[in-house]
């Protein structure tokens, strides 16, 4: 009786021990340094803007965050590779957009809302619907009427197939009645040339992207995708105040861990982000992004998360996109 009395005992120490653990080691985190984990290749503006992330939580948890590149599909495989990781608050990801559209295209081994935990929104920003010189478009006014004069007759470019861009796109056709054609590019790049070519017409991009031709005068700005005017850009009127009532969607970019990490190490976290953002180096930094720094709670990040999600699957419904 002696032995299963210390049999017992032993093994409540260890179950109690095994529950003590976590909150142990949350107390104590961080100890060693945090992997943020950028799906997409080097030098790019979500590149740009992990680093500078990176460096503000480095210097506030007093310990190395280390920013590392993980490219592919979309934004899907880094993602992937960091929902499978420990949740102890050592693996981060930056989120952004297009792993929201993601989420309404690709078959994925995930779920980008039920497998991560959200930590905060970072920055948000509009895309610019932009049109060619040679096109003689000056506002969205013009754009509309020579789309409903002729339907199909205007293209507009995507980063590809399934790209948020894409859904974008076909969002604003649907809610402003017309009917465009769609061409799919390889990068943002390619397109914008066409797009001066007039091989093309329109396209919705980043501020970052296309801002530096509109002051040239090589592209003409008819709006901003955003419900209200940009603090970047306060000249360019919205497509609501355009005469497309409905349509307002964000460019973000915001900071996850897989699901299940210590909800005081994402309170942490988030915390030291919202300092983070506030830094005038930052905050310039951000702005040649044609972002503006935003700081939310993991709920509100969450939630903007989910209802992107169903904001693309909806717009995949209704503009009939084939899944690969």
């Not at 049109?131 to 003689?136: R, Y």
């Not at 590019?185 to 396209?203: C, E, K, P, V, W």
Request: net charge neutral; proline share 5%.
């Amino acid at each position: 009786m002696n032995e299963r009395r210390k049999f017992l005992t032993a093994t409540m120490a260890l179950a109690a021990g095994a529950a003590l653990r976590p909150a142990w080691a949350a107390a104590a985190y961080p100890e060693r340094p945090i992997r943020l984990v950028v799906p997409y290749a080097p030098g790019g503006g979500s590149d740009v803007l992990a680093r500078v992330v990176a460096r503000g939580l480095t210097e506030r948890l007093g310990v190395s965050v280390v920013v590392e590149n993980r490219g592919g599909a979309g934004g899907a495989m880094g993602l992937e590779s960091v929902v499978r990781s420990q949740p102890d608050g050592y693996t981060l990801v930056l989120l952004s957009t297009s792993h929201a559209s993601n989420g309404a295209v690709m078959r994925l081994n995930y779920d980008v809302v039920k497998d991560t935990s959200a930590v905060g929104l970072i920055a948000s920003g509009p895309w610019l619907l932009v049109a060619g010189k040679e096109t003689g478009f000056s506002r969205l006014e013009d754009l509309l009427r020579a789309a409903k004069e002729k339907p199909g007759s205007l293209n507009y470019a995507s980063s590809g197939t399934g790209s948020s861009t894409h859904l974008a796109t076909e969002l604003f056709a649907h809610k402003a009645g017309i009917s465009v054609s769609h061409v799919p590019y390889r990068s943002t790049g390619l397109a914008l040339t066409d797009l001066m070519a007039n091989r093309i017409q329109f396209m919705l991009a980043s501020a970052a992207s296309v801002t530096s031709y509109v002051r040239e005068g090589r592209l003409a700005a008819l709006c901003v995708s955003t419900e209200s005017r940009s603090s970047l850009l306060p000249d360019i009127p919205t497509a609501q105040e355009a005469g497309v009532a409905g349509f307002s969607e964000i460019l973000w970019h915001g900071l996850s861990a897989p699901a299940g990490t210590p909800d005081v190490v994402v309170n942490m976290l988030n915390t030291h982000l919202s300092e983070a953002l506030q830094a005038p180096a930052l905050r310039e930094q951000f702005a040649r992004e044609g972002l503006e720094p935003k700081s939310s709670t993991p709920r509100a990040f969450a939630e903007l998360v989910a209802r992107d999600v169903e904001v693309w699957r909806e717009a995949v419904r209704t503009a009939n996109i084939k899944l690969d």
